[in-house]
């Protein structure tokens, strides 16, 4: 774990600890939170200065840190509304939110809404304190965000942003997981990328493509966007699968490409197969990234490596920005997380020179195609 998901973790767990302490009462200090939680200094000052800021806890010179006396006998109802096709990215954000929700005392409720349907007239008027929203390329209009801001509980985009509307939304930094794509794929010594767009379009997606190909340009990398043309409501896997098996028909013998980056995860699997009916090997003769969470692609063959966003570390984020908005209703609260990379064994390094391998030369390809 990182120092911030380290942070995050235990200020999560002391802030439970803290229900039980009445105001003005003296907390632990700083060497038995160390001891009693087994980290260290630098962890244990990020999470108290995190709890003093959200106004938990003081910290009196040479006296210690004392509780503020936080009200915790209100439970908040948080209702979470998702688009209704299945999607293991929704069941890992359910689960997580629930278990944060338990350790809180909070109540935690889903629903699924037609997602081709207008999205307002389906979500309740009632019976919550918190919306959590995630929504598609289609029905995040500026319209709808407009009336969402209009009901009378605060709402939080989960997963999405608003673009250049004032919206409370927490997700990840994909302009930067674009930046650590491409210096990675440089730094294995790829030169030459495919970029393969599986899902529909959206601002997000159009963000990475941009990023990746300014850093890509300054890399001096060649680049090709393929763009598979899904419109909402049609299998991403079934468009990639189509797409990326009619280009590789038509470009075979020029097929050069050492690297695919699959810009959304659920691209991956489709475009796997195609390679491995073309026999083309992965990650011998091309190898591919891709930005999706932590737990996919780990039982793919070849495991994926990933540009990940931690739901852990979102989800978080997810219940700062509740209590934040619950105590400040017309504020707005924002927050990106950063990604890290998995390394598995999808994409291999080159080596320290530019000269292609014999396993990703044409011609090899050729010979393998006509044997």
Known sequence: MSLVDDIGKLYRELEHELRFF???QKFYSVREIMRSFSVSRRVVDGALAKLESRGMIRRESRTGIYSNGVDYSRQCTILMANPDWPAEAYTDWERCL???AEKRGDIFRTIRYDWNRPLVPQLPKNGYDVLLLRGT???LTADTLYKLSNIDHPVILC????GDIRFSYVCG???FAAVKVCLHLHRMHHRKILVIQGEPASGTNQLVLSVFGSMAQMLGMEYTVLDCHTRSGESSALKSYDTFKEFLNKNRDS????????ISGATVQPVMTVLREAGIETPEEVGIISISS???GQFFHPPLTVMSFSIEEQVAAVFEGIDYLLKNPS???TKKVSARLIKRNSLLNLGPTEITPKAFNPEVRKKKASS
């Open 98 to 100: 629930n278990s944060e």
């Open 331 to 333: 504020g707005v609260f």
């Open 22 to 24: 009445a105001e003005d």
């Open 294 to 296: 932590s737990n996919y």
């Open 137 to 139: 390329a289609n029905n």
């Open 255 to 262: 097929f050069d490409f050492t690297a695919i980056f699959a």
């Open 159 to 162: 997963g999405c942003r608003s």
């Open 173 to 175: 930094d994909n302009e």
